[in-house]
């Protein structure tokens, strides 16, 4: 949020006009609004020990020629997708590589989508139907078309597999088990989602992490960071949770993509872990725009879609009537993250946020900082980059089952004492 403040006044526009990040958020934008996607999820991927790849490629059967291939390989949970430039021949499969060769070989686990007949046939992209979505199961009765075949070993002759793939998939992440030290996740990356939330799926991928395998003794706790912020962000929580009630899952997302799909993509990852594991609670702790992540996702879970595991969530520091300086960055900035216009006060995002209620089903408890400084942008009372006001919209005071202040700036109360102190007490209550 800092970052959402110090870029986008309207005196700085001018002089960030030629910014490196506004050139990267630029050619950022025109990619995910030219290219088209192609998401998947392979069902049984993670009943393979071995390596299970998902590819793509452009076939086109009249001149039987690939134009374009990519490939990726697969987290847990199976969930991949593709940016694609040609709506057209676009086939998707996907293998088990039981030799670790990097192709498929006769024997091994294969999927291809297929047409209503059982022939493979390409996915259906057009102008305006700009997203596919693919699922399947691998098999070894699942044939690759010879003519297919050939077309490829054509196209890639000469070439390494990296020479050859177009380097567009995203590897999204549901349940991986994953390192808070790795480079993924380190505080530049997080400024790499919200300057270029596209690149950063690509590079990085995205989704649910693990600090440590499941284990179903103990209760689930999830912490989404805020716009420009990382996983790293919560190290301080992570570390002071009670491991042997709680087990410590993260979202990381970039965080300039549009809040809707952020949450709805952590809707989907949450059911398939729920699928997986059969857990029976989850805790949900979010920090500044992951407040807003969080409250969509928690309301499409709970209360759309009426599932019951979810009882608790915990938002510090969350900006419930948007960011004062959203619209300036909407209205004069060279290019607009894509956030920024959820994030403008009296956005669609905003004003229908608040729809559906949480109160009785979920237990909303709200925390906010107030530690201000000055600023030209935000009214007095702040907390040096959030509003008070914005944090205490009327409507997210009523919802909320508790409401609590710190003299905490925006950043600083994710390390309070008091403030975690009372979060763990809040769920230690709400524990089963």
Sequence with gaps: MKLLTRLILPSLVALLAGCANFRHLSSD?????????IRGVIKNADSFKVPVYAAVAEWDQNSDKVFSADRVKLEAGGRFAFLVKSPVNQYVMALADNNGNGRRDDGEPFWVFSAADGKPAPVSLSGSQRIAEVSGNLSTSAKMPPAFRAAVD????????????????VKIAVGEVANLDDPRFAATRGEDGLWTPATLAIKSGFGIYFLERYDPTRIPVIFIHGAAGSPQDWRHAMEKIDKKRYQAWFYFYPSGARLDNAALALNEGVKQLHDRYHFHRLHVVAHSMGGLVARRFVVENAI??????INTLVTFSTPWNGHEAAAMGVKWAPSVVPSWYDMKQGSDFLTHLYDRKLKGRVNHHLFYSHHAKRSAVMPAENDG??????????EAKADAVSVQGYDETHVSILSSSAALKRAKELIDAAAP
């Design 29 to 37: 934008l025109k990619m995910v609004q030219e290219d088209y996607q």
């Design 154 to 169: 054509r196209a890639a002759a000469g070439r390494t597999a990296d020479e050859f793939i177009s380097h567009r998939g």
């Design 304 to 309: 759309t879609e009426g599932n019951n595991y």
């Design 385 to 394: 980059t959030v509003s008070v006001a914005s944090e205490l919209r009327p």
